[in-house]
């Protein structure tokens, strides 16, 4: 048994059991990822995959738990390879932060500034995606900080700090008759076609319980996946916008207003995400520091270095 054949195990799982993507991934051909399965199988005396002729369809039960402990072994053999780098270059590197659009493009641009004129020497990495993007690339070790305001906190694998509360806010081209409410109801709201964010991202969540708790189906006509696009089709008068009040810059945007929606929807919580028992680089810990200073740099590494077992605690203000 060799870390190639578990490696060839951890993608098969996360490829769906498509040999040419895992050969793919891990630059090696698929005749030879094939080779290393039925060698490992071999050698252990059990199938690992369930087959339909050459195609693999799923994992077998002996190959369910072989899975669960190669993805071990691997995270283990990552931390050792991380060891030296951790401690010999504590103020130089890289840093890659997973985020949302709505996140990179509103609320961190004034931490990279803090945390650039800390560690001039870190090398930033900014990846967008969607939430489960981002625990995804946590979870496989291919960033160090993701940012999100859902699926972080729900990941058993990851240790979530909080960072700040958010509102949802309604826009609305100017001269728009809800100008006049002084406060706009769900039931009113429901009246006209609504553009929000797609599921899965930026609280669409709370906006879509809100309308369910009250008995009301909503007339979404159109679903973004960043802010921009909301607010530019608000602009076309295709409908009302429902977006983060952070992405309520309306300098580019004179034509639109802005109406308050805090007592429609429930408030959102922005949450740093780490991988859970991974090592980490002092500037990690400082740049979730520059994020919210409420943090105890003693907490966040008590949990951050915890194992999955030990149940976090929460309880930081924000």
């Known amino acids: 048994m060799n870390f ?27 005749s030879g990822v094939s080779r290393h399965i039925r060698d490992l199988e071999d050698e252990l005396g059990v199938e690992i995959f369930i087959r339909r002729g050459k195609r693999l369809l799923g994992m077998t039960e002996p190959g369910k738990a072989l899975l669960n402990i190669a993805e071990r072994i691997l995270d283990e053999a990552g931390k050792v390879r991380r060891l030296a780098d951790v401690f010999t270059n504590e103020s130089s590197g890289v840093l890659t932060i997973a985020t949302t659009h709505t996140q990179a493009r509103y609320s961190l641009p004034r931490v990279i500034k803090a945390f650039r004129a800390l560690y001039p020497h870190v090398r930033l990495e900014l990846s967008q995606g969607s939430p489960q993007e981002i625990v995804a690339m946590l979870v496989a070790g291919e960033a160090d900080v993701g940012i999100a305001s859902e699926q972080v906190v729900n990941n058993s694998s990851l240790a979530a700090f909080p960072w700040f509360n958010w509102h949802h806010a309604l826009l609305v081209p100017k001269g728009h008759e809800l100008e006049q409410q002084q406060s706009v109801t769900l039931a009113e709201l429901s009246r006209y076609p609504l ?18 708790a009250a008995g009301l189906k909503p007339d979404i006509v159109l679903s973004a996946q960043d802010s921009d696009v909301v607010k530019t089709y608000v602009e076309l008068g295709l409908g009302v916008g429902i977006l983060a009040d952070q992405a309520c810059q309306l300098d580019e945007h004179a034509s639109l207003t802005r109406l308050e929606a805090k007592h429609l929807f429930e408030p959102n919580t922005v949450w740093l995400g780490l991988k859970r028992g ?9 740049f979730l520091e520059l994020c919210n200073a409420n943090l105890s740099l003693e907490e966040i590494k008590r949990q951050a270095l915890a194992t999955e077992s030990e149940e976090p605690v929460i309880d930081f203000q924000i």
């Open 4 to 30: 190639q054949q578990l490696k060839i195990i951890r993608e098969a799982a996360r490829c769906e059991f498509n040999l040419t993507e895992v050969a793919n991934t891990l630059f090696t051909s698929q």
């Open 195 to 212: 553009i929000t964010y797609r599921p899965g991202i930026t609280g669409r969540s709370r906006v879509d319980r809100a309308f369910h």
């Open 278 to 286: 991974q090592l980490q680089r002092n500037y990690v810990w400082q």
